[in-house]
């Protein structure tokens, strides 16, 4: 029989399955239609063969898979510029030459006397033939070109000339260089084509006064004189020799020296020791001057001499290439642009980064004389001459790019002719960066940080200078940048941050998206950009785009991360943007945001307050403006944002708008001054908002309210002292009875704690307004709250250094909730609050106490007055107290309902000062230490720093890994799906083949058991909420671990969340604690993913939560109630309630089960034996209530029926009856099975299969059909001695399998099968 036909009938059929093991069951008649799997209302007759298998069976939320999950319990706060790369690729010392020295040995007319010229010979020098005038004139001529030519490269350097000088002069000429460049560079031009060789020991050749003898210079003179930082170009023949020479002085100045050189010298070699320069007609004499000089025009003349084309090519048209070198849309600018792009790319491809950042981006000279010596290296290669350097560089004369050059130069030469003739032609520019960037773009479709760098990322900068090229570079550079840091650390060290800083000058909209892409991804990176920004300006650009409305959020949420780093611990930029506008423009969009809500970027709204808070964060002017701006009204709203980074953030800026005393620029005006009552106002409602993130779901919300109370008691710890030394006082006509005795240190800054801790004063609890006007108070405390604020007028900036005091109530709520947040379900945030109560001097260590209670609701502030409940301070283990439960009046209903349970606290206290204590606290220490190391102690806030990791991944392209994800799911879905036709059309007869059975160890028997959907695996716990992890086909243990370090055990309920992707494991304990684990399977390999307390209030006089809850994976709401009286609904994907369900019932609920098929159904079962069925999508949300079980005893378990109808409900009680409800159509049950007299312990009913298994505590197992038809009974273990089974605790069904396992109390786990061999 299918599950449509089993219809309610008007006259309830009763079994009694005590006495008879099998009855017949009457058929029922249909009394209404069924529905098929796709909506089609069909006859029951032909429902029953109908498939219904569809998707709606299959949970398609996925929760817990955010960055905020991954690793959150063990993040270590750290910013961008933690990353391990930052700022390698700064020039650490950017250098300039100064001062340059050119030496000219030529003597014309007189050849040296070791030198044999061939004929014919080369004879130009500097381009100037010195045999076509006077010597003399030809020697001043060659001179003066020459230092023109040096000029264009550095026109701002002081020259000098010497012309065949004597050591005298050249020794004065050194030392007057050196004078003038002081800690500049000097470089040092020798031509020695009139003089010897130098010899093999280093030294070069000058003139007597007469000229009638060679001196020679040894190079360690040279040296002394031109000092250090200097660079050497030696055109000579033998040139090697000098530099030989000079790295054996090098080594031998390194050798005597006691610590490393420091020397700065580099030195450019015509050609190596053994050669000569070339003296072939077809090249000047001076070669290397001219490669190193006048590159273009030696490139071009040596391309001419080798192209296929050089017979066409007319070599006096070289010197006429109109244009100028710096014109980029001439034929002469294109050329030296091309030529520097090429150049660029061949040595950052072929030298180690360091060498490359040292010789072609630290100095403009050197990096320009470098480039020309790789062309140096490729023309005299050809006329067998080798180049050397110091330092030494790799072979590049054969590198493929040169051919890129030559075919740009061709491409050039073939134009001249016509470009000459007529000056009316246009220059057809040359498609070499087209090209390379079409390479670049072929690159990084198929790149990646394990291959081979991009070798065209120099020319990319090359074109960000052309306005023809710079969109589509700048688009590419964004690919580029968004593959991850290592591509933004080498788009960095290539020398691309001066040109994207000089771009925020241009006004082009076209570029803003891309250039704040490209900040965006830099300042992920390095921080230290921020200096430069403020410096340059840069920051207006970013406020500029933030404030326009054209701008995509997303897009703006980069520009609201860029400003975020640029005010980040920077005053500066502080000032800066304040200055510009950055709070008001913030606000404005926060303001709008609120108003619509549906078209607003969660990002954006992220990073908007992220960008306040570090506006404001210690800067005492800004935060003035943000209150007189009515800041805080503005972020209350955002308390209630859907996405958990959004209220964190929210948080993270209201608590760094409270002058807390670190702004030390101000003057310390005394404490204890009289305040203006808006200021205050404006503090308490602010610290109110804070308290409202203790109930919220995620940890990374409640870790930044620990952060915001840390800072806060840091600036009021005086006041905070006195709260808590005051709770240690009992008073009878208080609200609490006994009040806790906490540890306080007692210091010379609270003269109100006597000797022994406590006040003389009455507890500030005890007032009539304690937590009046907390935002969870009542359904209209955020319009109360924000109204509160508006009506404060402002009147100015008041320099103080000191907080002001607040009203003593906010006092009492913080040290209430620094309290709640030490045991927080989140190990991280209670270790956070620990930290904050160090800070008031509240030593949990050193707190003695007797744990009365067994459980611990999370609290919540909402209503926490006179009339409220009170706050649960115990159980969490982290700060074990006593309790007692005094009278209280009946609870005001509310959103959050608040603590519902107050206790009397008995203390040991203990000052913390005390000799005995051992404890240092050194935020509470003597007043020598500075604000400063004592800040450094503080809590760091998590969500600034979790948040910047956002920009570090990749934002263009989704993850590698989707699609892998989305096969496995399908593949999860296909199996799932023909599991679930097997079950609704299998056929039971016996279920009780054992085929596994589990010895967990556990002392005090198991409590829950969970069998995974798709392997054989098994998991149990106890009710000291030990998990154990089972493989019950290879009979192994995978994993044991304990949910929690608190004393206060005992777990509820296991859920799979994720069961079609990556399940995570969900663990709700007895005290309404929820966690989430991932990787539980793996030994020792689990981690925590999230932790909250489901539970928020108890009802008057429950000393315990005695928590229900389930999961429902359909709409991803999580349901949870116990000894309260409301069901809270909690979004798992939002992690934040949605909504609080009046049970309308005086009783507690004792079991409760939400529908997997629709979404927002849930049932519960009620301790008095009644059970009603919700809808949360229905505004009355109650859908029906009934009272089925005759004997008015506990419902133990309820749950829905297999099949797409909504209200078919089993319940079972305590009594023993199982009774099979259709909740809308009848009041009474229409099948009654009476499985256990009094003895009912558990409820199992398969998702799919007709099947409902029932446990009892006289060691009985029953499995029943949906007719009422006993399948099975299981009574004994399949062991050798027949042992019996134990009294049962727990039984669960295989989700898509017709499985059952069972728990014991005897610690034993049993699986179940309808067959004996186990199923694949």
Same mark, same amino acid.
């Given at each position: 029989?299918?599950?449509?036909?089993?219809?309610?009938?008007?006259?309830?059929?009763?079994?009694?399955?005590?006495?008879?093991?099998?009855?017949?069951?009457?058929?029922?008649?249909?009394?209404?239609?069924?529905?098929?799997?796709?909506?089609?209302?069909?006859?029951?007759?032909?429902?029953?063969?109908?498939?219904?298998?569809?998707?709606?069976?299959?949970?398609?939320?996925?929760?817990?898979?955010?960055?905020?999950?991954?690793?959150?319990?063990?993040?270590?706060?750290?910013?961008?510029?933690?990353?391990?790369?930052?700022?390698?690729?700064?020039?650490?010392?950017?250098?300039?030459?100064?001062?340059? !020295?050119?030496?000219?040995?030529?003597?014309?007319?007189?050849?040296?006397?070791?030198?044999?010229?061939?004929?014919?010979?080369?004879?130009?020098?500097?381009?100037?033939?010195?045999?076509?005038?006077?010597?003399?004139?030809?020697?001043?001529?060659?001179?003066?070109?020459?230092?023109?030519?040096?000029?264009?490269?550095?026109?701002?350097?002081?020259?000098?000339?010497?012309?065949?000088?004597?050591?005298?002069?050249?020794?004065?000429?050194?030392?007057?260089?050196?004078?003038?460049?002081?800690?500049?560079?000097?470089?040092?031009?020798?031509?020695?084509?009139?003089?010897?060789?130098?010899?093999?020991?280093?030294?070069?050749?000058?003139?007597?006064?007469?000229?009638?003898?060679?001196?020679?210079?040894?190079?360690?003179?040279?040296?002394?004189?031109?000092?250090?930082?200097?660079?050497?170009?030696?055109?000579?023949?033998?040139?090697?020799?000098?530099?030989?020479?000079?790295?054996?002085?090098?080594?031998?100045?390194?050798?005597?020296?006691?610590?490393?050189?420091?020397?700065?010298?580099?030195?450019?070699?015509?050609?190596? !020791?053994?050669?000569?320069?070339?003296?072939?007609?077809?090249?000047?004499?001076?070669?290397?001057?001219?490669?190193?000089?006048?590159?273009?025009?030696? !490139?071009?003349?040596?391309?001419?001499?080798?192209?296929?084309?050089?017979?066409?090519?007319?070599?006096?048209?070289?010197?006429?290439?109109?244009?100028?070198?710096?014109?980029?849309?001439?034929?002469?600018?294109?050329?030296?642009?091309?030529?520097?792009?090429?150049?660029?790319? %061949?040595?950052?491809?072929?030298?180690?980064?360091?060498?490359?950042?040292?010789?072609?981006?630290?100095?403009?000279?050197?990096?320009?004389?470098?480039?020309?010596?790789?062309?140096?290296?490729?023309?005299?290669?050809?006329?067998?001459?080798?180049?050397?350097?110091?330092?030494?560089?790799?072979?590049?004369?054969?590198?493929?790019?040169?051919?890129?050059?030559?075919?740009?130069?061709?491409?050039?030469?073939?134009?001249?002719?016509?470009?000459?003739?007529?000056?009316?032609?246009?220059?057809?520019?040359?498609?070499?960066?087209?090209?390379?960037?079409?390479?670049?773009?072929?690159?990084?479709?198929?790149?990646?940080?394990?291959?081979?760098?991009?070798?065209?990322?120099?020319?990319?900068?090359?074109?960000?200078?052309?306005?023809?090229?710079?969109?589509?570079?700048?688009?590419?550079?964004?690919?580029?940048?968004?593959?991850?840091?290592?591509?933004?650390?080498?788009?960095?060290?290539?020398?691309?941050?001066?040109?994207?800083?000089?771009?925020?000058?241009?006004?082009?909209?076209?570029?803003?998206?891309?250039?704040?892409?490209?900040?965006?991804?830099?300042?992920?990176?390095?921080?230290?950009?921020?200096?430069?920004?403020?410096?340059?300006?840069?920051?207006?650009?970013?406020?500029?785009?933030?404030?326009?409305?054209?701008?995509?959020?997303?897009?703006?949420?980069?520009?609201?991360?860029?400003?975020?780093?640029?005010?980040?611990?920077?005053?500066?930029?502080?000032?800066?943007?304040?200055?510009?506008?950055?709070?008001?423009?913030?606000?404005?969009?926060?303001?709008?945001?609120?108003?619509?809500?549906?078209?607003?970027?969660?990002?954006?709204?992220?990073?908007?307050?992220?960008?306040?808070?570090?506006?404001?964060?210690?800067?005492?002017?800004?935060?003035?403006?943000?209150?007189?701006?009515?800041?805080?009204?503005?972020?209350?709203?955002?308390?209630?944002?859907?996405?958990?980074?959004?209220? !964190?953030?929210?948080?993270?800026?209201?608590?760094?708008?409270?002058?807390?005393?670190?702004?030390?620029?101000?003057?310390?005006?005394?404490?204890?001054?009289?305040?203006?009552?808006?200021?205050? %106002?404006?503090?308490?409602?602010?610290?109110?908002?804070?308290?409202?993130?203790?109930?919220?779901?995620?940890?990374?919300?409640?870790?930044?309210?620990?952060?915001?109370?840390?800072?806060?008691?840091?600036?009021?710890?005086?006041?905070?002292?006195?709260?808590?030394?005051?709770?240690?006082?009992?008073?009878?006509?208080?609200?609490?009875?006994?009040?806790?005795?906490?540890?306080?240190?007692?210091?010379?800054?609270?003269?109100? %704690?006597?000797?022994?801790?406590?006040?003389?004063?009455?507890?500030?609890?005890?007032?009539?307004?304690?937590?009046?006007?907390?935002?969870?108070?009542?359904?209209?405390?955020?319009?109360?709250?924000?109204?509160?604020?508006?009506?404060?007028?402002?009147?100015?900036?008041?320099?103080?250094?000191?907080?002001?005091?607040?009203?003593?109530?906010?006092?009492?709520?913080?040290?209430?909730?620094?309290?709640?947040?030490?045991?927080?379900?989140?190990?991280?945030?209670?270790?956070?609050?620990?930290?904050?109560?160090?800070?008031?001097?509240?030593?949990?260590?050193?707190?003695?106490?007797?744990?009365?209670?067994?459980?611990?609701?999370?609290?919540?502030?909402?209503?926490?007055?006179?009339?409220?409940?009170?706050?649960?301070?115990?159980?969490?283990?982290?700060?074990?107290?006593?309790?007692?439960?005094?009278?209280?009046?009946?609870?005001?209903?509310?959103?959050?309902?608040?603590?519902?349970?107050?206790?009397?606290?008995?203390?040991?206290?203990?000052?913390?000062?005390?000799?005995?204590?051992?404890?240092?606290?050194?935020?509470?220490?003597?007043?020598?230490?500075?604000?400063?190391?004592?800040?450094?102690?503080?809590?760091?806030?998590?969500?600034?720093?979790?948040?910047?990791?956002?920009?570090?991944?990749?934002?263009?392209?989704?993850?590698?890994?989707?699609?892998?994800?989305?096969?496995?799911?399908?593949?999860?879905?296909?199996?799932?799906?023909?599991?679930?036709?097997?079950?609704?059309?299998?056929?039971?007869?016996?279920?009780?083949?054992?085929?596994?059975?589990?010895?967990?160890?556990?002392?005090?028997?198991?409590?829950?058991?969970?069998?995974?959907?798709?392997?054989?695996?098994?998991?149990?716990?106890?009710?000291?909420?030990?998990?154990?992890?089972?493989?019950?086909?290879?009979?192994?243990?995978?994993?044991?671990?304990?949910?929690?370090?608190?004393?206060?055990?005992?777990?509820?309920?296991?859920?799979?969340?994720?069961?079609?992707?990556?399940?995570?494991?969900?663990?709700?304990?007895?005290?309404?604690?929820?966690?989430?684990?991932?990787?539980?399977?793996?030994?020792?390999?689990?981690?925590?993913?999230?932790?909250?307390?489901?539970?928020?209030?108890?009802?008057?006089?429950?000393?315990?939560?005695?928590?229900?809850?389930?999961?429902?994976?359909?709409?991803?709401?999580?349901?949870?109630?116990?000894?309260?009286?409301?069901?809270?609904?909690?979004?798992?994907?939002?992690?934040?309630?949605?909504?609080?369900?009046?049970?309308?019932?005086?009783?507690?609920?004792?079991?409760?089960?939400?529908?997997?098929?629709?979404?927002?159904?849930?049932?519960?079962?009620?301790?008095?034996?009644?059970?009603?069925?919700?809808?949360?999508?229905?505004?009355?949300?109650?859908?029906?209530?009934?009272?089925?079980?005759?004997?008015?005893?506990?419902?133990?378990?309820?749950?829905?029926?297999?099949?797409?109808?909504?209200?078919?409900?089993?319940?079972?009680?305590?009594?023993?009856?199982?009774?099979?409800?259709?909740?809308?159509?009848?009041?009474?049950?229409?099948?009654?099975?009476?499985?256990?007299?009094?003895?009912?312990?558990?409820?199992?009913?398969?998702?799919?299969?007709?099947?409902?298994?029932?446990?009892?505590?006289?060691?009985?197992?029953?499995?029943?059909?949906?007719?009422?038809?006993?399948?099975?009974?299981?009574?004994?273990?399949?062991?050798?001695?027949?042992?019996?089974?134990?009294?049962?605790?727990?039984?669960?069904?295989?989700?898509?399998?017709?499985?059952?396992?069972?728990?014991?109390?005897?610690?034993?786990?049993?699986?179940?099968?309808?067959?004996?061999?186990?199923?694949?």
């Amino acid at each position: 029989m299918t599950l449509g036909d089993l219809m309610a009938s008007q006259t309830a059929v009763v079994v009694d399955h005590e006495n008879v093991d099998r009855v017949n069951i009457r058929d029922l008649e249909a009394g209404s239609s069924s529905i098929s799997s796709n909506g089609v209302v069909v006859d029951n007759g032909k429902a029953a063969a109908m498939t219904t298998t569809s998707m709606v069976y299959l949970p398609q939320n996925v929760c817990f898979c955010e960055l905020r999950h991954d690793a959150f319990e063990e993040y270590v706060p750290s910013g961008p510029a933690d990353t391990g790369l930052v700022s390698k690729w700064r020039i650490k010392d950017r250098m300039k030459t100064g001062c340059v !020295a050119l030496v000219l040995c030529l003597n014309i007319s007189v050849d040296p006397p070791d030198v044999i010229k061939i004929s014919p010979c080369a004879r130009m020098q500097c381009w100037i033939d010195p045999f076509s005038v006077a010597p003399q004139r030809a020697l001043e001529t060659i001179g003066r070109t020459l230092n023109e030519q040096y000029e264009r490269w550095q026109p701002k350097a002081r020259y000098k000339i010497s012309l065949d000088p004597t050591v005298d002069e050249l020794k004065k000429l050194c030392t007057t260089c050196r004078k003038y460049a002081k800690s500049e560079r000097v470089l040092f031009h020798y031509n020695g084509h009139g003089v010897p060789k130098p010899t093999p020991n280093g030294e070069i050749w000058l003139f007597n006064k007469s000229y009638t003898q060679y001196i020679p210079l040894p190079i360690s003179d040279l040296d002394s004189w031109l000092k250090t930082p200097s660079i050497y170009v030696f055109d000579c023949s033998a040139a090697g020799m000098i530099v030989n020479a000079f790295i054996e002085l090098q080594n031998l100045t390194a050798s005597s020296a006691s610590g490393p050189s420091t020397r700065d010298c580099i030195l450019l070699a015509a050609c190596e !020791a053994h050669e000569t320069v070339p003296q072939s007609a077809e090249f000047p004499a001076d070669v290397f001057t001219s490669c190193l000089t006048t590159p273009i025009k030696m !490139a071009l003349r040596w391309f001419c001499t080798r192209s296929l084309l050089r017979e066409s090519l007319d070599y006096s048209l070289i010197d006429r290439i109109p244009g100028r070198q710096t014109d980029r849309k001439t034929p002469l600018g294109e050329l030296n642009w091309i030529f520097t792009a090429v150049t660029d790319t %061949i040595a950052w491809n072929v030298l180690p980064r360091d060498l490359f950042q040292r010789l072609f981006r630290q100095d403009l000279l050197v990096a320009s004389l470098f480039r020309n010596f790789l062309l140096a290296e490729r023309i005299m290669r050809s006329a067998n001459c080798s180049p050397i350097s110091y330092p030494m560089l790799p072979p590049t004369h054969q590198h493929h790019m040169w051919d890129a050059w030559d075919m740009a130069a061709e491409i050039c030469l073939l134009q001249l002719p016509t470009l000459l003739d007529d000056p009316n032609v246009e220059f057809q520019p040359s498609p070499f960066f087209t090209e390379q960037l079409t390479a670049f773009e072929v690159w990084l479709d198929h790149g990646s940080e394990n291959k081979k760098p991009p070798e065209q990322l120099p020319i990319v900068l090359q074109v960000l200078l052309s306005q023809c090229h710079r969109f589509r570079a700048l688009f590419l550079l964004g690919r580029f940048l968004d593959m991850g840091l290592w591509a933004v650390d080498l788009a960095l060290s290539v020398g691309i941050f001066p040109y994207v800083l000089k771009l925020l000058q241009t006004t082009t909209p076209e570029l803003r998206q891309f250039l704040v892409f490209i900040w965006t991804k830099i300042l992920a990176l390095d921080k230290s950009c921020q200096v430069d920004l403020v410096k340059d300006g840069g920051h207006v650009y970013f406020i500029r785009f933030l404030e326009s409305v054209e701008a995509h959020p997303e897009q703006r949420a980069m520009a609201a991360f860029v400003l975020a780093v640029i005010v980040d611990g920077h005053r500066r930029g502080q000032v800066a943007c304040m200055e510009a506008g950055l709070i008001n423009v913030c606000l404005k969009h926060l303001q709008g945001s609120i108003a619509n809500d549906a078209q607003t970027e969660p990002l954006f709204l992220q990073w908007l307050c992220l960008c306040l808070g570090k506006l404001w964060e210690d800067f005492t002017e800004a935060q003035v403006r943000g209150l007189q701006a009515d800041a805080p009204a503005i972020f209350v709203p955002l308390l209630s944002q859907s996405q958990p980074e959004v209220r !964190a953030a929210s948080i993270f800026a209201l608590g760094t708008l409270l002058d807390v005393g670190f702004d030390t620029s101000r003057d310390d005006i005394g404490e204890d001054e009289d305040y203006d009552g808006e200021e205050i %106002i404006r503090a308490e409602v602010i610290m109110r908002s804070l308290l409202s993130g203790l109930s919220d779901g995620s940890p990374l919300v409640r870790a930044e309210v620990a952060v915001a109370l840390a800072r806060f008691a840091f600036g009021h710890k005086k006041h905070l002292k006195s709260a808590a030394a005051a709770y240690s006082k009992s008073q009878s006509n208080s609200m609490l009875t006994s009040l806790p005795s906490f540890a306080v240190k007692s210091s010379g800054d609270s003269q109100s %704690i006597s000797h022994d801790g406590r006040v003389s004063t009455s507890s500030p609890v005890a007032t009539p307004g304690f937590m009046h006007g907390s935002p969870l108070s009542d359904g209209s405390s955020h319009h109360s709250d924000s109204g509160r604020l508006g009506d404060a007028v402002t009147n100015g900036v008041v320099n103080h250094k000191r907080p002001r005091p607040l009203d003593n109530s906010v006092y009492s709520q913080c040290v209430l909730a620094m309290c709640v947040l030490s045991k927080d379900s989140s190990p991280r945030v209670a270790g956070l609050g620990r930290k904050v109560l160090l800070i008031i001097g509240i030593d949990q260590n050193s707190v003695k106490s007797t744990v009365e209670s067994t459980t611990s609701p999370s609290p919540s502030f909402a209503g926490l007055n006179r009339s409220s409940s009170w706050f649960d301070m115990s159980g969490g283990g982290h700060l074990p107290l006593t309790f007692r439960t005094p009278p209280v009046s009946p609870p005001r209903s509310s959103y959050l309902t608040g603590m519902r349970r107050v206790y009397s606290l008995d203390f040991r206290h203990h000052l913390m000062n005390s000799p005995d204590s051992g404890l240092a606290d050194p935020l509470l220490g003597s007043g020598g230490s500075s604000g400063a190391s004592e800040r450094s102690f503080l809590p760091q806030s998590t969500i600034y720093n979790w948040s910047c990791g956002h920009f570090s991944k990749p934002l263009l392209n989704a993850a590698d890994d989707s699609e892998e994800i989305i096969a496995r799911r399908e593949e999860k879905e296909k199996l799932a799906l023909d599991l679930i036709a097997k079950c609704q059309h299998c056929s039971v007869n016996r279920l009780h083949n054992q085929i596994a059975s589990w010895d967990t160890k556990f002392e005090c028997g198991t409590a829950t058991a969970l069998l995974q959907p798709f392997s054989p695996v098994v998991i149990a716990s106890d009710e000291s909420e030990r998990i154990r992890v089972w493989n019950y086909k290879e009979a192994t243990l995978l994993n044991s671990f304990d949910n929690h370090g608190y004393p206060d055990k005992g777990i509820s309920k296991l859920c799979l969340v994720n069961e079609l992707d990556q399940s995570l494991l969900l663990v709700a304990s007895s005290d309404g604690n929820i966690r989430i684990w991932k990787d539980y399977t793996a030994r020792g390999q689990q981690k925590l993913v999230s932790a909250f307390s489901s539970i928020q209030g108890l009802r008057p006089g429950s000393r315990s939560v005695n928590a229900v809850v389930d999961l429902q994976q359909q709409s991803g709401y999580l349901f949870a109630s116990g000894e309260i009286s409301s069901i809270m609904a909690w979004d798992l994907e939002k992690e934040q309630p949605v909504n609080t369900i009046p049970t309308s019932s005086a009783c507690s609920i004792s079991a409760l089960s939400a529908s997997q098929v629709h979404a927002g159904q849930f049932g519960a079962g009620f301790v008095d034996g009644s059970v009603k069925l919700f809808d949360i999508r229905m505004p009355e949300m109650l859908v029906c209530s009934t009272r089925p079980h005759p004997k008015a005893e506990r419902v133990v378990g309820v749950g829905f029926q297999p099949g797409l109808q909504p209200a078919k409900v089993v319940s079972a009680s305590q009594a023993g009856d199982i009774q099979f409800l259709d909740m809308r159509n009848l009041k009474e049950a229409y099948l009654t099975i009476d499985a256990h007299r009094g003895s009912l312990t558990s409820l199992a009913l398969h998702r799919h299969a007709p099947l409902v298994a029932s446990g009892s505590s006289k060691q009985l197992i029953k499995v029943f059909s949906l007719e009422g038809e006993q399948l099975g009974t299981i009574r004994y273990l399949s062991t050798f001695m027949a042992q019996k089974i134990g009294s049962v605790r727990c039984l669960t069904f295989h989700p898509y399998e017709v499985l059952l396992a069972a728990g014991a109390a005897d610690s034993c786990v049993s699986i179940y099968a309808d067959e004996v061999a186990p199923p694949r």
